[in-house]
Structure formats: C-alpha cells, structure tokens
C-alpha cells in the first residue's frame, strides 16, 4: 500500500491550488486498492477540508507517514521531512537564488525530489503545468489594465467569479475599442491567452497585416518563435537550434511595438536568450505599448521592464519609462505591467481540477511502480544526492 500526502501549502504568499481534488481522490480510492491518500489540514486551500472528508479522504495534521508527498509551490525548509519523496514545483532548475537554502535542506534530508516542472513526455513537451490558466487569469487582468488606462471599457477580477464557466459570462456584451494585441509563445500560456481573445471577440490577424494595417474592430496576432527570433548570421529560426545557442540569435520584435497596445507574453526565457526589446526601445517615442501582461512573469527577463511580482491584490504597477522605477499604475509616462507569479490562484477549483486529471493520467500509475523514464528524468535528487542530469548543480547544493 502506498500512502500518498497532499501537503499544505507553506510558501508565503499562501497558494490555494492543489494537486487533486477531493472527487479524485475519491476515484483513485474507489479504483486501486493499492493507494491511499491522505490530505493535511489547512484554512486556506480552495477544496476545504470538510469537501475532502466528505469524499471519504481522511485529513490530519501530520502527514509523516506517508511516503509520498505532493505539494503545489516550493516547501519551506523548516517544513521538509527527512527520507520523503516530494513532488512540487521546486524553481530550482534554474539555480534560483531564492530557493537555494530550500533545495541544500533537500539534501540534508535525504529527500527524493520530482520536479512536475520536470516531467515530459518524450517528445520534450511538459506533461504538468497550470499555464492555461495563468494564460486565462493574466489574459484578463492584461486586457482589465488596459480597460482602466484608456477608461474605455471595465472588467471585474477573476476571483469574483469563483469559476472559468462564470467568468465566460462576464464578456457577453463587452465592446472592446479597435486595438492591436500582440501574444507571444505557442504552449499552454498562450492557449489561455488565445482563448480569452477569442471569448472577448477580438480577430486574429497575421503578422504582416497586424504590423501593416489599420482595423476598425480589435485585432490580436499570435507570435512564435520564427516570428520572434532570428540567427544574426543566417536570419533564419530552428527552434532546436535557438535553444542550443540562443546567443546567436537576435529578436525580431521591435516593429511590433510600434504598432500594439498590449503585449501578452508568453514566453519560455532564460538569461541566455535575446530580450523581446530594450529599455532604450521602450523610451523611443514610437514605442506604442502601453499595457504589458508578462505571464511568465521573468524579472528584468524577455520583458526588462519586469520590475518584480506583483501580488493578486493589485496585480499591475506602472513603471517609469524614463527612470526605469515602479510608480502607479495608469499614469502619464509609463507602461502599465501586469506581473504575477500564481496567477491560477484566481480560478483555483478549474485549475487543480485540470492539473490532478493530467497529474493521474500521465504520473501516478508510473510513480508508484517506481520503474518509469518519464520519472527518472524528472528527479533531481534521489534520496539526498543529485541525479546525472542535474549534475550542473553541484555548486548551487554545496553549502
């Protein structure tokens, strides 16, 4: 019998998603004898304690006896158990500094850890993620800010809907001005996106019209990498190639901010890869963006004027072209940014439910059996020491 923990999120700001819900739970229970799970108790998850006891999952305060621990965003040091196997997002891939003391303590422990992050399918494509949904919420709250900016038209936060079905409702009737909405990327983040454009009755366009002519109804393209980016040496993409040797590559970008007012971004980046553009872009004056929706949400990254996170509670800040500092939001001078880093907390129920499906889909049956590729190459530490592949990593363990 293995025991399964869903653990409560300890990670400040708090997250409210979980890896299933009680009527998952309650399925694996009624469909594999060879599990059973258990969930911690916890005031501020969006499934509440009493709908998973009500599931028949039983909940309790010290999950210590379980062997596998499933969380949501990165476990305080102080809170990890020796000798466990977790799996969470643990932002470590990237030697993250402020994760560092979190991923040592790991170690120390003799913890097994699988990054979700990490988990693929064999054709590199991520098998886990809530980037729907970040492209939903963060599609949202871009086209809000931009609403706010111009006073042309008003749209309520996303958690005063509850759900994706009621938030649907609130478009009907909408009357958005005639803009041009530039969306980067091709994954999970910019399906999201895609999806409230079209829900908002925005047109897409392509990218030769978008940058060329003038609509009398709103528009928005879809950018991806070849539209992006380019070898300096030969002007071609090869999306192999870009990830290999992403400094010989240079972005395509600027003639689109001449011509969009909000930019959707969403992006995979990494300090290596070229920015979308430069300060020095953004404070040209034919630099026409005015509200920016980095759902990637990389500080000073693809987007440099990515100041940092902001918080659910007010989500947009603007920043001063000239000064590069955060000010206001909505102010003369300044491109409004919207930067979140969970921002599926605002449809939380929708986006657990989506994660859990693909989580037993895909990952369960191979976890517990313990004899998966798909898993190996997902473990980062195995029982207090870095795996092969995350070798790189050796000096940002060290202590």
Aim: proline share 4%; net charge negative; aromatic share 10%.
């Amino acid at each position: 019998m293995t025991r399964i923990g869903l653990i409560r999120e300890g990670k400040i700001p708090v997250d409210n998603r979980v890896a299933l819900t009680p009527a998952q739970c309650k399925w694996m229970h009624k469909n594999s004898d060879d599990i059973r799970i258990y969930v911690q108790e916890s005031d501020h998850r969006c499934f509440s304690d009493r709908e998973y006891a009500q599931a028949g999952i039983e909940v309790k305060k010290d999950l210590s006896d379980c062997d596998i621990l499933l969380g949501i965003k990165e476990v305080p040091a102080e809170e990890l158990i020796a000798d466990k196997t977790y799996l969470f997002f643990s932002h470590t891939k990237k030697m993250q500094p402020q994760n560092q003391a979190m991923f040592r303590e790991i170690l120390e422990k003799r913890i097994t850890l699988i990054d979700y992050e990490c988990l693929e399918h064999d054709d590199g494509q991520r098998i886990l993620g809530f980037g729907f949904f970040a492209g939903v919420v963060g599609a949202h709250n871009g086209m809000m800010a931009y609403g706010n900016r111009s006073n042309t038209f008003k749209l309520e936060r996303v958690f005063l809907q509850h759900s994706f079905r009621k938030l649907i409702h609130t478009y009907f009737g909408l009357k958005i001005p005639n803009i041009k909405v530039a969306v980067t990327g091709s994954g999970r983040v910019s399906h999201g996106v895609l999806e409230v454009m079209n829900l908002m009755g925005l047109i897409e366009v392509e990218p030769d019209e978008f940058l060329k002519k003038n609509f009398s109804y709103p528009v928005f393209v879809q950018l991806k990498g070849g539209d992006l980016y380019e070898n300096r040496f030969s002007k071609t993409y090869f999306r192999q190639e870009f990830h290999a040797r992403p400094e010989n590559y240079v972005s395509k970008f600027l003639p689109f901010t001449f011509v969009t007012d909000i930019l959707m971004n969403g992006i995979y980046w990494d300090e290596h890869m070229p920015r979308l553009f430069e300060w020095s872009d953004a404070c040209r004056g034919d630099f026409h963006i005015a509200t920016i929706a980095d759902i990637t949400d990389d500080r000073e990254g693809s987007v440099p004027c990515n100041l940092g996170d902001a918080t659910q509670d007010a989500p947009v800040y603007g920043v001063d072209k000239r000064t590069r500092e955060k000010m206001d939001p909505y102010l003369p001078g300044s491109i409004d940014v919207m930067a979140v880093g969970n921002l599926p907390n605002e449809l939380p129920r929708d986006a657990s439910r989506y994660f859990g499906e693909q989580l037993i889909k895909h990952v369960l049956a191979d976890l517990i059996s313990g004899d998966s590729h798909t898993i190996d190459r997902a473990t980062m530490v195995k029982n207090g020491q870095l795996t092969k592949s995350y070798e790189y990593l050796r000096n940002y363990a060290a202590k």
